[in-house]
């Protein structure tokens, strides 16, 4: 089982990152899949989640308007699209599959908004 984030990096306030997470090992397209993010000195937060089909997606109260969470069942792959990013936007993004007690964590992928 694998699950690889890429996509992150470094970025102006205001900016935009399309962040990728390509799954391999498992039935992609059984999996609820979420994103979380964890920055310095704090705990891992929710910040959007997609189920299976993608029919039904949440977000954070700090990113809605802002984020944008999708798949594509055919390419094994969940994405995060992020504008408008903010400085407090700053952490390590990581991508999860969720199936009833089933939980996959991918690596991770730093994004830093900074000017």
């Known amino acids: 089982v694998q699950l690889v984030e890429s996509g992150g990096g470094l970025v102006q306030p205001g900016g935009s990152l399309r962040l990728s997470c390509v799954a391999s090992?498992?039935?992609?397209?059984?999996?609820?899949m979420s994103w979380f993010r964890q920055a310095p000195g704090k705990e891992r937060e929710l910040v959007a989640g997609i189920t299976n089909g993608g029919g039904s997606t949440n977000y954070a109260d700090s990113v809605k308007g802002r984020f944008t969470i999708s798949r594509d069942n055919a390419k094994n792959t969940v994405y995060l699209q992020m504008n408008s990013l903010k400085p407090e936007d700053t952490a390590v993004y990581y991508c999860?599959?969720?199936?009833?007690?089933?939980?996959?964590w991918g690596q991770g992928t730093q994004v830093t908004v900074s000017s």
């Open positions: 999860r599959a969720h199936l009833f007690s089933i939980r996959y």
């Open positions: 090992g498992f039935t992609f397209s059984i999996y609820a």
